[in-house]
């Protein structure tokens, strides 16, 4: 009689313990689709490696309208063999906009449409650059699918958190790399782990923090990553994305 009296005590705080997690989920899926639903909005992502250095590979600024533009500004930092060393590092600023499946990039040539940053190969900056405005998930669309991650949720004060999957981590990090797809020179990623952290404030998503660890080789050059990425919300209901004559020929 105990042993069942025990049993069914540890299935009814099992159950409470799903039904408190599942409502965390939803209180901050709930607030990302607030953002979602807003007629427009804008924000800035810093990266930081560990030890201070900035990084690139993702947009750090971008704005949003509600079935309109999307604008990104990013400073990209791809892999660049040299004669002196078998590998360096290149920056390059770029914009990009994008409405519905046309897309527009601005690099260091002026602004091109997606067919034509990308006709010179995988690997160049706006190649690069046209392809994550592509696929890019604005702030409240990337929360809502963090949150569908997440393996367990905890909330102090305005702030749920939680540890990301393995493969959600692993494609975090090849994102923030600046690739999006299998190739020769694909970065390899083991021993990925990483955790999200977002801010709700009257009940609508404000910011939210990605930290991500993992041993990482490009083109046979292994390093640790250890990376965190905020991305603060802002202006919401009061943003305007301004699209630059050239760039619209290209969205045309």
């Known amino acids: 009689m105990k042993g069942q009296m025990l049993l069914g005590t540890l299935a009814l705080l ?4 799903l039904a408190a997690d599942s409502a965390l989920k939803d209180d901050v899926t709930a607030a990302a689709k607030r953002l979602a639903d807003s007629d427009n ?3 800035k992502r810093t990266t930081e490696n560990a030890g201070g250095s900035q990084s690139g590979g993702r947009p750090s600024e971008g704005k949003v309208e509600k079935d309109g533009y999307l604008w990104l500004s990013m400073t990209l930092s791809t892999p660049r063999r040299s004669p002196d060393t078998p590998i360096a590092i290149g920056d390059s600023a770029l914009e990009g906009i994008r409405k519905g499946e046309k897309v527009a990039i601005k690099s260091a ?3 091109q449409s997606f067919s034509e940053a990308t006709s010179s190969g995988p690997l160049g900056p706006a190649s690069i650059g046209a392809r994550l405005v592509q696929v890019f ?3 409240a669309a990337e929360a809502q699918d ?3 991650k997440v393996k367990e949720f905890k909330k102090d004060g305005d702030v749920y958190s939680g540890e990301l999957t393995e493969e959600v981590a692993k494609s975090q990090i090849i994102t923030g790399s600046g690739r999006m797809r299998p190739g020769p020179n694909a970065p390899v990623v ?3 782990k990483g955790s999200v952290k977002l801010w709700v404030k ?3 998503l404000a910011k ?3 930290k991500v660890q993992a041993k990482m080789s490009i083109m046979g050059n292994e390093r640790d990553i250890d990376r965190t990425s905020t991305v603060e919300i802002k202006d919401i209901g009061s943003t305007k994305v301004q699209v630059p004559d050239d760039a619209m020929k290209k969205l045309s």
């Open 14 to 17: 099992a159950g409470t313990l």
């Open 41 to 43: 909005y804008a924000w």
């Open 109 to 111: 040539d002026g602004w």
């Open 137 to 139: 998930k604005a702030p």
């Open 146 to 148: 963090l949150a569908d």
């Open 190 to 192: 083991s021993g990925a």
């Open 202 to 204: 009257d009940g609508v």
């Open 208 to 210: 939210y923090e990605i």
